[in-house]
């Protein structure tokens, strides 16, 4: 640890303290104790000059393992998974009834599929968007599809036997029965109209439930 506060002490300048700080914040605050640091007040005096907001996000991303939020997707659903096991799949039937997810888990008013359907990334957030904005903010909402089916498009006037295309978009494959969103901590009314209007963002025919 002395070792690191003499290059800090030998750098004279404001931005490069403020950018080593930055950019060894998990180095440095991964030697202190978790409950009484007592290189913090040494450190904190060595930059008066230093926002408590740079210092409160050196902690943050310290205490995250060095990994930075990204707040800008927060809230939004994936519209793909981060990996799969292979690139592209066969189209598949759809038959049969959901058999799994087709009762509400978490919420207390539910949407519920009653068709055989591919549902895609878009059209599963533009659902969701609808859901907060009707909700006023106060409710809870859950996304209970989520888009791991890769659909392949191959481009126009291809012949036959030049292989798979490559893959244009994700879908979650629904059956009837299945519970695509599900929302509490708001009104009956409000919970119908909100799930009235994203129900309309979906390739298939639903139903509004409830648990009382």
Not at 15 to 26: D, E, F, K, V
Not at 74 to 80: D, M
Not at 143 to 167: C, D, H, L, N, Q
Not at 186 to 201: F, G, H, N
Request: with cysteine; charged share 15%.
């Amino acid at each position: 640890m002395a070792s690191i506060f003499t290059k800090l002490m030998n750098l004279t300048s404001l931005p490069s303290l403020n950018y080593a700080i930055r950019c060894n914040s998990t180095s440095l605050l991964s030697q202190f104790p978790p409950r009484s640091p007592p290189g913090l007040g040494s450190l904190q005096s060595m930059m008066p000059q230093l926002s408590a907001a740079r210092m409160s996000a050196c902690m943050s991303t310290a205490s995250k393992g060095g990994k930075a939020s990204s707040g800008a997707r927060s809230g939004r659903t994936r519209a793909a998974p981060l990996r799969s096991k292979f690139a592209k799949q066969f189209k598949g039937t759809m038959t049969g009834i959901a058999h799994q997810g087709n009762h509400i888990a978490f919420g207390t008013y539910a949407l519920q599929a009653l068709d055989h359907s591919w549902i895609t990334s878009r059209q599963i957030e533009a659902g969701r968007k609808v859901l907060v904005q009707n909700a006023r903010r106060t409710g809870k909402i859950w996304v209970r599809i989520f888009p791991s089916k890769p659909v392949t498009i191959r481009p126009t006037e291809t012949r036959m036997g030049r292989g798979k295309g490559a893959v244009a978009f994700w879908v979650a494959v629904v059956q009837p029965g299945r519970i695509i969103y599900e929302i509490s901590g708001v009104t009956e009314q409000m919970a119908k109209e909100a799930i009235t209007i994203a129900s309309s963002k979906m390739p298939v025919r639903t139903k509004f439930i409830s648990l009382k």
